[in-house]
């Protein structure tokens, strides 16, 4: 976790139910098939993680959590398996955190392959939501407008959640 919950505001809980859990890796595995790809062992162990945290967590800590029985993975299983999860457009990479978080399905289109995605990152307790505003589209559109084709866009936004403002 980037930050563990270290402010002293109240929140809501984060993360998902077991039911909710379950649901999303077998979207995602139908997803991935619908797609032409495996969801292998290691990539829906990493994802599971990611959804389980329901913020972002830093590629070390997933590593480390990697084993059930407590046992570290070996890195490069874990950064192949977030490499694969972020072309499928079911994890994001924050990159002004340096941290991964699955997808919020707050995309464009509601997901996908390589959507755009735009998050509001709570710069106090660390809760990060992927949101669809409006103005990705335009951009999209000032880009093919220009001629140029448009592979990824992230926007990420910081600031204080309403948890922390109160
Ligand atoms: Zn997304
Ligand atoms: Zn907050
Ligand atoms: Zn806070």
Not at 106 to 112: D, H, N, R, S, Y
Not at 134 to 152: D, K, P, Y
Request: hydrophobic share 40%; glycine share 14%; aromatic share 4%.
């Amino acid at each position: 976790m980037v930050h563990s919950h270290a402010c002293d505001h109240d929140h809501d809980a984060h993360g998902l139910t077991a039911d909710a859990l379950a649901r999303g890796l077998t979207a995602a595995a139908a997803r991935c098939e619908a797609a032409g790809q495996r969801m292998t062992p290691p990539r829906r162990r990493v994802l599971e993680m990611l959804l389980r945290a329901g913020q972002p967590v830093k590629a070390y800590d997933l590593i480390a959590a990697f084993g059930e029985d407590g046992a570290p993975a070996k890195p490069p299983t874990v950064y192949r398996a977030l490499d694969f999860l972020s072309k499928q457009g079911l994890a994001h990479r924050i990159e002004s955190l340096n941290a991964f978080i699955a997808c919020g399905g707050g995309g464009g289109g509601g997901g996908g392959e390589g959507h755009a995605a735009a998050f509001l990152i709570c710069d106090c307790c660390g809760a990060t939501r992927e949101i669809a505003p409006s103005g990705v589209s335009e951009i999209e559109r000032l880009a093919g407008a220009q001629g140029f084709n448009l592979t990824s866009l992230m926007v990420e936004a910081h600031g204080l959640c309403q948890d922390c403002r109160s």
